[in-house]
């Protein structure tokens, strides 16, 4: 039996900021003007002391060991000039998970694409005993994925099902002590889903498969966007219902639909989360709506004049702009201006536009039902059409970018997804499952690239050796977090590097909100390896949490 760790209490010691704001990204922390308590110092909250003869392993700048913004998974994230950890604006691409997730509309699937070694890693049902006709799918901050099912031939299978992104998140629901799921590719064949029987629609087999909420029936759900959440309970699921011209916020642990939000007349046909964590939907119907988070989930219609010039495909930028596609043009919409920008593409051959994608340099990326995928330059301040690929089917759907930066495009008529080399527009392609359908930010890539900085910082600690017990007593940290900024801290543990890997992560903290110390306690069985995760979120790129210190304290129990 694996030995991995119960988070239950460990005493956590807070050195925190109180007075002096968060730092703007490359300067120096700054205090608030006519703070009279703060002069640039850090202030520090008493914090419970270590047991006697205990030991301490301190990292940061001035510490024996010094921050490493490249290992153990760290992402988003780099040292400023005096050795500090701070949100890196032009890292928050970068991701461990290279994996594009493809619904496969026909078969009733979702497959799991490895984008660099294009592979074929698993395949997934959607729905008990499969044909609830998977359209779109979303990517999370962490990895995992919701399908939203459209069930076109069969409404009362209208659902949202999540599936992890990797075995840590997974549930072993039988108890055998491993995670059985549909990762099972071999060289040159595609995976084989582990069938979801009938009878089980709240235990599938797949213990990679985390829950599947029912939906409104007949309600042909056909958008679908994660948010850019962090903590436990801040990171929802947005769900567009067409027929009911609904958008419905889903909680990500539980799949317990939170809000039911009226957005006519628009009819959700694809949506989109911005910078500033609104949801914009694309309406069927013509319209554009803009669901204001902020404000109450206030609903704010652009139609008439105002509608989309090019309505279809949608994405946005880290700029703020909202992009369409849809006839032979791609618009772009200025929200503070409220003005639209269009680019005709007939004249380069365009049928008819459908999805899009921007990457990390504002070059957009539009597929074509039955001209490929074209490349427009969105950097400057029109829009500027740059070249295209040749057709790849007669029916070319879905647009994505990778997190190398590659736009890959889904051919529905050949089940066939493409990857595109931005340099020459060549193409390489692996075979999905029947009837690709998909739509939506497929690789997460678009969550990331608009959304506000993120970043994580993880550091795994190994403490006594030998037959020696390890007794966790304290991680106390220093950080300035405020003014828009937050940092969301969690642990994991295990008697092995594999073991810390398989294991699931414990909040416990979230800064500025929890600004008490938490005590909490670790069995004394548990592992003598520890990893700490500081999860960093700025409001707008120009702020960023600053991390200067981390000391963890332990006890070696000997015999």
């Known amino acids: 039996m694996s030995r991995r760790l119960h988070l239950t209490t460990l005493s956590l010691g807070f050195l925190v900021s109180l007075s002096c704001n968060s730092a703007r990204i490359n300067e120096a922390p700054e205090c608030a003007a006519g703070d009279t308590s703060c002069d640039g110092t850090t202030i520090t909250k008493p914090q419970p002391k270590p047991m006697p003869g205990s030991s301490k392993i301190r990292i940061g700048p001035k510490a024996p060991i010094g921050f490493d913004t490249k290992q153990d998974g760290s992402y988003g994230v780099q040292t400023d000039k005096d050795g500090n950890v701070i949100l890196d604006p032009a890292g928050k691409i970068a991701t461990t998970t290279p994996v594009i997730w493809v619904a496969n509309s026909s078969e009733g699937t979702v497959s799991k694409i490895d984008t660099r ?24 901050l962490q990895g995992d994925v919701v399908v939203a099912n459209r069930a076109s031939t069969g409404g009362n299978k209208a659902s949202a099902v999540r599936i992890a992104g990797d075995r840590a998140s997974c549930i072993d629901r039988n108890g055998n002590g491993v995670i059985d799921t549909s990762d099972n590719s071999m060289p040159g064949q595609a995976a084989t889903p582990i ?128 992009y369409t596609a849809g006839s032979t043009c791609v618009s772009r919409l200025d929200p503070v201006a409220r003005t639209w920008e269009k680019l005709d593409l007939r004249s380069y051959g365009s049928s008819f536009t459908r999805g899009l994608a921007l990457d990390s340099k504002n070059q957009l990326w539009v597929a074509d039902t039955s001209a490929g995928m074209f490349h427009v330059d969105a950097s400057g301040p029109m829009m500027v059409y740059k070249g295209k690929t040749a057709n790849l089917s007669s029916n070319n759907v879905g647009a994505a970018i990778d997190y190398d930066n590659r736009p890959w495009i889904i051919s529905q008529a050949n089940s066939m997804a493409y990857k595109v080399d931005p340099a020459d527009y060549s193409t390489q392609s692996i075979r999905v499952g029947t009837g690709p359908y998909t739509y939506s930010d497929m690789t997460g890539y678009q969550l990331r690239n608009a959304a506000a900085p993120t970043g994580v910082w993880r550091y795994t600690v190994q403490g006594c050796g030998g037959s020696n017990r390890t007794k966790w007593i304290n991680l106390d940290w220093q950080a300035m977090v405020g003014n828009g900024t ?57 702020l960023t949490p600053i991390l200067s210190g981390v000391t963890f304290s332990y006890d070696c129990i000997y015999g």
């Not at 698993?122 to 990517?139: F, K, L, M, Q």
């Not at 929802?236 to 317990?256: A, E, F, M, P, W």
């Open 117 to 140: 070694k294009m592979v074929e890693v698993a395949r997934y049902y959607t729905y008990p005993g499969g044909g609830a006709d998977p359209s779109r799918t979303t990517v999370g």
């Open 486 to 542: 937050e940092v969301v801290i969690k642990l994991r543990s295990g008697y092995t590097k594999e073991e810390v890997a398989a294991a699931k992560w414990t909040q416990v903290a979230k800064v500025p909100s929890d600004m008490t110390p938490v005590s909490l306690e670790i069995p004394a069985a548990a592992g003598p390896m520890l990893q700490v995760e500081f999860s960093m979120r700025a409001a707008s790129v120009e």
């Open 195 to 322: 069938p979801w029987p009938t009878d089980k629609p709240n235990d599938p087999p797949d213990e990679c498969i985390l829950w599947m909420t029912p939906l409104t029936p007949n309600s042909y759900p056909r958008a679908a966007g994660y948010n850019a959440g962090f903590a436990e309970g801040d990171t929802y699921i947005y769900i567009g219902l067409y027929s009911n011209r609904q958008v419905v916020r889903l909680d990500q642990r539980t799949g317990k639909i939170l809000k039911t939000i009226d957005v006519s007349p628009a009819m959700p046909y694809g949506l989109v989360i911005d910078k500033n964590a609104d949801v914009w939907v694309r309406g069927a119907e013509g319209s554009l709506a803009r669901i204001q988070v902020s404000k109450a989930d206030a609903v704010e219609l652009f139609s008439g004049s105002l509608a989309p010039p090019c309505p279809y495909g949608i994405a946005a930028d880290a700029r703020g702009y909202i």
